[in-house]
């Protein structure tokens, strides 16, 4: 069953990420979802509620595959090879992994805010 969380709780829990890198050759027809991911990841909504996040596109003039890298706060770190999956499948495991530190947090009595 997919995700459904709303536009306010996926703007929150992009504050438990802390890098994304995207790496693709524009030219490639295997990119289309780090593409798509680099494209919603930059929304100012994200770089307002996350002001420190680090988003690094590399364009690659080779025929490597695409990828993407998504490191959160507590040092966890999501490999993907992009051309496996489309931008929602890894947008929905970062709000995953997002949410299970949102919880940890709330339970530690911490506050990703402050």
């Known amino acids: 069953m997919p995700l459904k969380l709303s536009r306010e709780m996926t703007t ?6 802390k890098k994304v890198d995207i790496k693709f050759n524009p030219f490639d027809s295997r990119t289309k ?3 798509e991911l680099l494209r919603q990841v930059q929304a100012d909504r994200f770089k307002k509620a996350n002001p420190k996040l680090k988003i690094n596109a590399k364009v690659l003039g ?3 595959p695409p990828s993407v890298s ?9 490999n ?4 496996d999956y489309i931008a929602k499948e890894m947008l929905d495991d970062l ?9 940890q947090y709330e339970l530690e009595g911490k506050n990703i805010d402050g």
Do not use: W
Not at 12 to 17: D, G, N, T, W
């Open 62 to 64: 080779t025929v490597a």
């Open 80 to 83: 993907y090879c992009s051309k």
């Open 95 to 103: 709000y995953l992994v997002a949410n299970n530190l949102d919880i």
């Open 12 to 17: 929150h829990l992009f504050k438990y990420v």
């Open 70 to 78: 998504i490191e959160f706060v507590d040092g966890e770190t999501r």
């Open 33 to 35: 979802s780090a593409r």
